[in-house]
Structure formats: structure tokens, C-alpha cells
């Protein structure tokens, strides 16, 4: 290994030896990563896994399970809405109309 005097260097020697230490620290650390990652997912698969299911990582995500309706349109059972959020026209036009939420309860 060579050796540096850093005591002849001048101010943006340094800086460029610092630049080139950080660069090189993090390409060895990506490295080592990699091949501690590499080693990992071969052992997994030597024992039937993959390094995925052994983590618990889902495929897809989770599913987020859906709100269901509590109130329903009088002429048209398709329209619902959860209660939550923002009010649709069809609520807002009866309420102003005079209805009360509980006559579009399901």
C-alpha cells in the first residue's frame, strides 16, 4: 500500500483525496451489500425459499379492506356511499331538500 504524506498535500489536494475516499468507501460498502444480499437469496433458495417469504414480504401489498355503504339512493340502488368523506349530490340535494340522513340508511 502506498503511502500518503498528507502533510505536503495542499488544501484542495486534500479535498480531492477526501472526495475520492468517500466515493470509494461507498462503492465498497454497495459492494459488500450486494454480496451479503447475494449470499442471503442463495441460502434461502438452498432451503426451498425465497429471501422475500423468509423476510415476509406480500406479494401485491396488503388489501385494504373496503367500507361498506350505509346509505343508499331511494331510486337508484346503485349509488351508496360509506358515510365517510365527502357527501355525494344525491345526499346533499335531499338534505337541502328536507330529508334526513336516516331515511337513506341501508
Keep these: ?3 500518503i504524506d498528507l502533510d505536503k498535500m495542499d488544501l484542495q489536494e ?3 483525496l477526501r472526495k475520492k475516499l468517500d466515493k470509494t468507501i461507498e462503492n465498497y460498502e454497495t459492494r459488500k451489500r450486494q454480496d451479503a444480499l447475494a449470499a442471503a437469496e442463495n441460502a434461502a433458495k438452498e432451503n426451498g425459499f425465497s429471501l422475500s417469504e423468509l423476510m415476509g414480504e406480500k406479494k401485491g401489498g396488503a388489501a385494504r379492506s373496503a367500507n361498506p355503504p350505509k346509505f ?3 331510486e337508484n340502488p346503485e349509488q351508496t356511499w360509506t358515510g365517510k368523506g365527502r357527501q355525494p349530490g344525491w345526499i346533499k340535494e335531499a338534505l337541502d331538500g ?3 340522513l336516516e331515511d337513506f340508511r341501508i
Aim: overall charge positive; proline content about 8%.
Design 14 to 16: 486534500l479535498r480531492d
Design 1 to 3: 500500500m502506498a503511502t
Design 72 to 74: 343508499r339512493h331511494p
Design 98 to 100: 328536507g330529508a334526513s
